[in-house]
């Protein structure tokens, strides 16, 4: 996705976002350790080294070569890194870019895709719970140890605490213990006619990102071109990396 912000002829903005499918640490480290780079995209990037300072610090300055509309160029940038925000700011000090413009920062951003948090969902029982079945039981030999079942008739009309309900009989048998009971035939359920409930997993966390490149840039004149093509070049990058680290898992 790309954007084009202008304030004025001379000085605008150009964005681009695209989701990838590598790890967010990753993307960021390669642009910050730097060497890897040509190494990884050689079609855009044919090498780079550090002309002052460490390399890894904020401040440090360096020379990219690279290839861009069938030509060899060169800039030079002073680099800011932010770790927290995995941010790190190039701005053009030097070389073939400031032919054409005053000012030139181009900006990778690399934000972490929610889902990299992992998915909660309810699994499935391993086995399906059976289902209850409630007939009315056969008639014991001994009308003593038995369940009986007794409904007064549907048409009386209702009583307080009286029998317009489903009750339960059973001699010799204290009904305080009782879990529950089937209201068609009085059986007593217990726990194992209840399925346990379903356990919570998390799904183990996805790999992605979001990365952005931001141009900065302000143009020496009105004749200067507005750098879209440039836009294209950083897109090709996030497209061509995000390939080399796919290719590495």
Known sequence: ?????????????LVTEM????????????????EDVPKA?????????????????????KEWHYLHEGKALIFKENTTYND?????CHTVIGGDLLNDYKKFNATLLVKVKPMDHGTKYQAPPAHPAPKQHFSQPAQPASKHHHFSLHRPHINQPAQPDSKHHFSLHRPHLNLCKTISHCPLTGRVLGEQD???PAPTYVAPPMHGSTVMWIIDYEKINKNSPVPVPYLAFFHQIIVDLNSHFCASY
């Open 1 to 13: 996705m790309a954007h084009h912000h202008s304030t004025s002829a001379l000085v605008g903005k």
């Open 41 to 61: 995209i050689p079609h855009l990037f044919t090498s780079m080294k550090v002309l002052e300072g460490h390399g890894l610090t904020s401040g440090c300055i």
């Open 84 to 88: 927290e925000e995995r941010t790190i």
């Open 194 to 196: 209840f399925p346990p």
């Open 19 to 34: 989701e990838v499918n590598c790890n967010a640490d990753n993307y960021y480290q390669i642009f910050k350790q730097h």
